[in-house]
């Protein structure tokens, strides 16, 4: 009888360890993260905030077109070989306030579009939130992109002012006999 009661307690003892493990492994499923992706590229074409920036891009698009228009009337009154040089030199400096436009308002963009998902992300109790690049795979519930589409409905974005841009009037340049009447001019008179 004694032999009994030893393989029953070491019974009882196994099948409470048993049961303490499940019941731990049972608890680590309820502590799961709750992760969650957002389909950024979605977000930009089909909420009002990438509508916004494309009326922005538009408006700074036509302004810089403008301020090219100015310049171009500008170097009729150029010799040749100083028009193609400004028209070169004017080019760059276009394309590159066209790029560095194009570049903030994205950047003004992506950062209400984190706002938006960061809100979000404290509101329903997600622990992270991914780009759809970075998922490989994932239920179709983990996919919040028309939640933040939706939560941006009545965003209105400032993208700040748009760009200025001035020509300077150009005049021709100083002939030889234009230099020779103004040393001229400025020599003191003898009388």
Known sequence: MFINSK????????S??????????????????????????????????????????????????????????QYKEMPVAQQEESRRADAVIINRQWQAEQQHARFVSIKAIRDAV???????KIDMVLTADQVLSANKESDITKQIIGQLADSHIDYGRLPEITTKDVKQPATQNDNAAQDEKSQPKKG
């Open 16 to 73: 409470g360890l048993i049961a303490l493990s499940l019941t731990a492994c049972d608890q680590a499923g309820t502590a799961q993260q709750k992760i969650a992706y957002v389909d950024m590229s979605t977000v930009l074409k089909d909420s009002v905030l990438g509508k916004q920036e494309t009326e922005h891009n538009q408006k700074v698009k036509e302004r810089l077109l403008s301020a090219s228009k100015a310049a171009e009337t």
């Open 118 to 124: 960061e809100a979000y992300r404290q509101k329903n």
């Open 7 to 14: 393989r029953i307690f070491h019974t009882i003892t196994l």
